[in-house]
């Protein structure tokens, strides 16, 4: 049982590409975010799937995309980097809904130049 | 909006001292309040919860009663270890959109000495 994990776990990009973020849970959970952490900030949430085939937005979700491929896997989409995107991505999951514990990945640490 | 605010840190302590970290928080209705612990490069981990007022949440030999009246869940332990030292965020369910989500703190980081 692998819980909740995340490729890659650093990545370096410059200003402009584009890259994706990807994540998975064995859990068989309904529910998925994206997370992001900068020093000071605490955790911001980007954008989050209640279940199966829906997304919604987050708190801080421009410049950013996300796909619900499936129940399992939930990824997150940088189409054109900027420097004020650098920081460390967490991907979680829960049964149902934020009164159930969320589980979290251990992170993807992104720089972009 | 509904909001957290946490002691700012860094707080150190020599081990076997005791630990409070203060959280207050803003929410309209009533919300379900948590603490999660994340280790050195580490995700999040859940360390404690309470879903109702006067609720108390234990984990680990920590504790935090969610008091309504001064609207505070404080995270306490009476004896620390090395092994404690870690960013502590305290966090509450926000209900908007279709689900609720998390709101977290901006995390209190504990060193620990020998």
């Known amino acids: 049982n692998a819980g909740v994990t995340q490729t890659p776990k650093f990545q370096v990009l410059k200003t402009g590409q584009s890259m994706t973020l990807q994540c998975a849970q064995d859990?068989?959970?309904?529910?998925m975010y994206w997370y992001r952490q900068d020093p000071g900030m605490g955790l911001r949430l980007i954008y989050y799937?209640?279940?199966?085939?829906?997304?919604d937005k987050g708190e801080v979700p421009n410049g950013y995309n996300v796909s619900r491929l499936n129940k399992r896997e939930f990824s997150l989409r940088l189409e054109s980097a900027a420097p004020s995107q650098t920081s460390v991505y967490f991907c979680?999951?829960?049964?149902?809904?934020?009164?159930?514990?969320?589980?979290f990945g251990p992170g993807t640490r992104l720089t972009v130049l | 909006g509904d909001s957290v605010t946490q002691m700012e840190g860094p707080v150190t302590l020599s081990e076997e001292a005791c630990l409070t970290i203060?959280?207050?928080?803003?929410?309209?209705?009533?919300?379900?309040l948590f603490w999660y612990v994340q280790y050195p490069g580490e995700g999040l981990q859940l360390l404690l919860k309470?879903?109702?007022?006067?609720d108390k949440g234990s984990n680990k030999g920590f504790e935090a009663t969610y008091r309504k009246e001064t609207t505070s869940f404080h995270l306490e332990k009476g004896s620390v270890q090395v092994s404690d030292s870690a960013v502590y965020f305290c966090a509450l369910t926000y209900y908007g959109g279709s689900q609720g989500n998390l709101i977290f703190g901006k995390g209190t980081k504990l060193s620990v000495k020998p």
């Open positions: 203060n959280c207050t928080y803003t929410a309209t209705g009533y919300p379900s």
């Open positions: 859990m068989n959970h309904n529910s």
């Open positions: 799937s209640a279940s199966e085939g829906t997304t």
């Open positions: 309470a879903t109702k007022a006067d």
């Open positions: 979680a999951s829960s049964l149902m809904g934020s009164d159930n514990e969320q589980f």
